[in-house]
């Protein structure tokens, strides 16, 4: 048992133990790494660094937003993961091991990966910040660090007690109770805590933020009101390994085999109990949308229906922005004209899609409100990079050229974004240059002139006007015939399609089973060459079959058809 306990073995656990971490979040969930970091927009600007600074635990948020902007590339921002969490567990054990003996310690070294797993558990919950495992980090580190003050005389611990107090909560925020627990003799440590409480409760009367928001942490979780109740009692797991760890004694074989049993359980049986897959599943839709990966959101909603108005609006952009939406719409699960364009809810991630949306259509106008309203919709009151990219697509495409400056000055303060603005920034004033770009200058051409007050009930009539503008916009043409058929509304359907097809040559299936459909309604054939023969022949299959029995297994082969959708079910 020494032998396998040797500390090449742990450190090989605990190496394991990283490389699963980065392997789950690189390839398991890395669209949630891009998540995080379109809730932010870190800047290398002395006002940004003292706005941090300005603010208990600001120290702590500004280390973790350095290091979340990273996550742009998701290989980084797995491996960046994988260090913290390798860092806490060595951290844990270091803790375990000041109050322990050491010898007895090494049998013990499978607790020392409780912390990390809770912290895994939590960051289930998206909007758990990685300031609080910065702040945990810097904790720990405290905490060995008074360590080396036992031989100092009381009152000169007391005195650095009174001065380093409220400096740790100035850098890490209320996890500084965690430090304080630590730092006296067990009776000594409750005067410890009452003191920083009441340096946290004093901070409440000259800093502008609500003392509830002071005692849960600045930058801990993206919802300044609340936290998640595992998150809050880590620290109290953490005082426990520090005080506990005296108690353990060299254990029975089995103890330690359980323990490592159960760290390798952890590590391989997946932590979904934590990550809700629903949300999960949309967080990646709009990941997609964002780098404008169609086809990867048309592969992902033939592996799984989507089901949701936010992915299945993901989905019927990315077929139309590559022209499938008239063919393939009813290959997938539709929901009404919400399927089109999600109703308007005030939070990021939706309302970030929807204006993805009215953005190719060229409501550039529309699109830029969306954007405002995303980053008003920020909990923690951030800034996006994200949307101020966007904000400066469309004051460069409305000819606002000012205005983009001003965006494109702040994302030049930035990493990942710089080059991006710097490119941009070249376009400022260039006619040529934007009516040459491959979006932006078609874009232009597709964009509305002035501004259109309009519900989203009223989406058809916009695409209409959409399409009047410029016949080329085949987006606005596909979402103009799509909304009355989801909405059941064969008659204005007719009417749409016979002023669309006197314009461009545009007749895909979903058209022609809506326009037979129409014609076998009042029992008429269509016009010659307007409906396929094949097309024809399956709607008197499917008629005869719905007339004998309209519940009948067999209509189950033509749910992919616009008769399905209309007669059977939406």
Known sequence: MKKFLSSHIRLLLTLVTGLAVFLFWRFRYPFVLAYQEQFQLFLFDDDYLMSRLAEPGGVARYVAEFLVQFYNSFTIGAAILAVLMIVVQRLSWRVMCIRGEKNNMKYWYGLSFLPVFVLWYTMGD????????????????????????????????????????????????????????????????????????????????????????????????????????????????????????????????WVVYAQLAACVALLFVPLELGFDSKKYELIEYDCLVRVNNWQGIIAKAEKKTPDLPMSVSATNLALAMTNQLGERAFDFYQRGNEGLLPKFERNFATTQLTGEIYFHLGLINTAQRFAFEAMEAIPNYNKSGRVLKRLAETNLINGQYEVARKYLNLLQKTIFYRPWAKRTMAMLGNEKAIDGHPLYGTLRQFRLKEDILFSEKEIDKICGQLFMTNHQNQMAAQYLLMTPLLDIDIPKFMQYAQYVQSQIRYNPRSCQEAIAFAFMQQRQQPPQGLVSPFILQQMNDFTRIYSMDKNSPELGRFRNTVWYYLTVGK
């Open 126 to 253: 998206e909007s758990v910040l990685l300031t609080y495992v910065v702040a945990l980090i810097m904790a720990l580190v405290a905490v060995i660090g008074w360590t080396r003050l036992e031989r100092c005389s009381s009152v000169l611990k007391w005195v650095l007690l009174i001065i380093s107090v409220p400096v740790l909560y100035w850098m890490i925020g209320p996890l500084v109770l965690l430090v304080a627990l630590c730092m006296m003799p067990l009776p000594m440590a409750i005067v410890a805590v009452v003191y920083a409480l009441a340096v946290l409760l004093a901070s409440a009367w000259v800093l502008p933020y609500p003392l509830q928001r002071l005692v849960l942490g600045i930058g801990y979780y993206r919802f300044p009101q609340t936290m998640p109740y595992l998150l809050m009692t880590l620290p109290l797991l953490v005082v426990a390994l520090f005080y506990g760890s005296r108690y353990l004694r060299k254990p029975r074989q």
